[in-house]
């Protein structure tokens, strides 16, 4: 079999057959010695000869060219390698190969030989050379050091506990670590800790967003695989002080001994402390225990020459001061223990929220001026979204909605549903608010024009007053969200219920064999709960939902989906709906659930059920086009 670089050499020469290639070229775009590319190109040769379809011919002081000898065999050939290239382990990228190596060297602690690389990388010696100039680049920042003995190879030597930033920040963690069947201790492992994370955090009630969440699990999960790989933290690996006294410690230590329980290694006091202070820098910090006046000062003294700066004045948003508080008494944590953030969403922050991300960078020179240590752009852009939300306040407008989102969400992180709802309806909404499911009580929901949630359960009175969006709402989102804030507001947007896969034309037998036809239409294009069609067949149990001019309009005895639609039946033949109604058509309408103005469909649906000139008009002619044209006709006056 070829190995991922000469399938991509061999790629080169299949899409170019007649076409000539130096060397050079194929050592300047895999980042190889020439040497390496004259030994792959004689493998691709020999493989070439047994397959028969083309051949490669060495051109002296030219290069080398591809003859094909068979069309319809090199096709398949083509094809083929393909597909080959597509699975394999993409090593002939320099990035990955070195991310690779860095992951062997610190998954032991022995030296690793040149020879050893060389063949589990498939590089020649001059490029396992250029490649480790590279792993030494890329392990600087982190304290980290190669060393390399004649001999007995190479080895990376630092504190563990550099050791461990570098996998997580250079995202190497979840490479093969090649001591071991890394990937298989993870997909064992992870489940068991996360469930004991929760669990212990749940315990000390102990507040942290979604997103430091699934970051403390990676973090807990490589300590724990380091530490199985005989990898611990040492006294002078931490700067803690007094730790040992803090609910923070009492959680790490609850967290790594139950997993020691299950996974049997040893547990440092050492490993407890640190897991204790990423905990302390991670938590969302308490309100009740009071910001320090040092902070407080500090963020006020801030928001001034910020002012001066930028011209936008935020001091007086005491929201936006507390939220630059909670962020920042924890991130004086992680700067004194050498444990910043970075945040995924970097980019998208930027590009979203370019001016706020300017404010964010002055505030952080004044962090650094005052304390002496500079802020990476994954902290950064936390505090751009604090920002971004001050701005946002600053431009509410009069007369407008006032909204509120129910949402697991940190305030500071619920910019971007924040943006996307503005960006939506923009100059609508006056006040938008986020609040946690556990503050509601304090919440006097009544002075809300619309009330939304992220949550798939709500408890008490608002579950059946909020409708659900998606953390990042979609355009479907989009439409619920205007039908609660706008209602129906043109006849597009009552159209925008029928869908043409939602329509069966032909011939029923009966009024159940119809009911079953749209129910299955209903439950393929929706997510739909069996409770669905239970609530459709018992409201016909109790009374006919005929409504005159031969329709039938079946629908749920009391709204409960998340959607708001119309499945029609445009019959060939009457049938009978009971024993004195017959019907030709049949609509059968879903409002969503929590959502009031959207029953004003029914108001609509009325205009054409109750004209029978409308409606002989739409038997004349039964079809969904038509369906529309009378129901268009119906809305004319409406809107």
């Known amino acids: 079999m070829l190995s991922k670089r000469q399938l991509k050499i061999l790629m080169e020469f299949c899409s170019s057959p007649g076409a000539v290639f130096l060397s050079q070229y194929f050592s300047d775009r895999l980042e190889v010695s020439i040497r390496t590319v004259k030994a792959d190109l004689d493998v691709v040769k020999e493989a ?11 051109m002296p002081s030219k290069g080398s060219i591809l003859k094909v000898l068979n069309q319809e065999r090199f096709q398949d050939l083509t094809e083929r390698i393909r597909r080959e290239y597509s699975d394999e382990f993409p090593l002939t990228e320099q990035p990955m190969r070195v991310k690779l ?23 020649s010696e001059s490029t396992l050379y250029l490649d480790m100039k590279l ?58 800790i996360e469930e004991i994370i929760v669990e212990t955090l749940v315990d000390y009630e102990f507040k942290i967003s979604d ?41 790490a230590e609850r967290i790594l001994r139950r997993s020691a329980v299950k996974l049997n290694f040893p547990v440092m006091e050492d490993e407890i402390g640190l897991l204790a202070i990423y905990l302390k820098g991670t938590g969302d910090y308490d309100r009740k225990s009071g910001i320090p006046q040092e902070v407080n000062d500090f963020i006020t003294d801030s928001l001034s020459l910020i002012h001066q700066e930028f011209s936008v004045d935020f001091t007086g948003d005491v929201e936006l001061n507390i939220f630059l508080c909670l962020h920042f008494i924890p991130l004086l944590t992680r700067l004194q223990n050498d444990m910043q953030l970075d945040n995924e969403m970097l980019n998208e922050i930027k590009q979203s929220f370019p001016f706020a991300f300017d404010i964010a960078i002055y505030f952080s020179l004044l962090i ?32 407008a909605k006032s909204i509120l989102v129910i949402t ?101 037998g009966s009024k159940e064999d119809i009911l079953e036809r749209l129910l299955t239409l209903a439950e393929e294009k929706y997510e739909l709960s069996p409770r669905f069609r239970t609530e459709i067949l018992a ?11 031969k329709i039938a309009i079946p629908h749920p005895l009391c709204p409960i989906t998340e959607e708001t639609f119309v499945v029609a039946g445009l019959l060939d033949r009457e049938i009978s709906w009971s024993e004195s109604e017959k019907v030709r058509i049949v609509l059968m309408v879903s409002a969503e659930a929590n959502n009031p103005k959207a029953f004003q469909l029914w108001h609509y649906l009325s205009s054409l059920v109750c004209n029978k000139k409308l409606v002989n008009e739409l038997l004349s002619d039964l079809s969904y086009e038509n369906l529309l044209n009378q129901l268009t006709e119906s809305l004319r006056d409406k809107f």
């Not at 409201?539 to 001019?549: A, D, I, K, M, P």
Request: charged share 25%; net charge neutral.
């Open 48 to 58: 070439l000869d047994r397959d028969g379809s083309a051949v490669i011919l060495s």
């Open 101 to 123: 190596m860095i992951s062997r060297l610190l998954g032991t602690n022995q030296y690793l030989t040149k020879e050893w690389l060389e063949e589990e990388m498939a590089v």
């Open 135 to 192: 792993v030494r680049k890329t392990i600087e920042p982190y304290q980290l050091t190669m060393s390399y003995e004649s001999g007995r190879g190479y080895k990376i030597g630092g504190l563990e506990k550099n050791k461990r930033q570098c996998l997580i920040k250079e995202n190497i963690y979840t490479l093969p670590a090649g001591n071991r069947n890394r990937k298989s201790l993870e997909m064992k492992t992870v489940t068991m």
């Open 211 to 251: 997103t430091l969440f699934r970051e403390l699990i990676v973090y807990v999960v490589l300590s724990i695989e380091r530490m199985l790989g005989g990898n611990f933290i040492r006294k002078k690996n931490t700067n803690e002080s007094n730790i040992s006294s803090e609910r923070e410690y009492e959680i």
């Open 368 to 399: 650094q001026k005052r304390y002496g240590k500079k802020i990476v752009e994954g902290e950064i852009s936390y505090f751009a979204l604090c920002f971004a939300y001050g701005l946002e306040n600053l431009n509410a407008e009069e007369n």
């Open 408 to 508: 697991p969400l940190k305030q500071s992180e619920t910019i971007l549903i924040r943006q996307r709802i503005n960006q939506w309806f923009k100059n609508q909404i006056a006040c938008l608010d986020f609040v946690n499911q556990v503050d509601l009580p304090a919440v006097e929901l009544q002075k809300y024009d619309a009330v939304f949630t992220t949550h798939r359960k709500l408890t008490g009175a608002v579950k059946d007053l909020a409708v659900r969006i998606r953390m990042f709402p979609s355009e479907q989102d989009f439409l619920r969200m205007n039908m609660a804030i706008n209602g129906y507001t043109s006849a597009e947007s009552v159209l925008s219920k029928f869908h043409e896969d939602l329509v069966f034309m032909g011939e029923a």
């Open 539 to 549: 409201r016909e149990e109790l009374g006919s939902t005929y409504f005159g001019n």
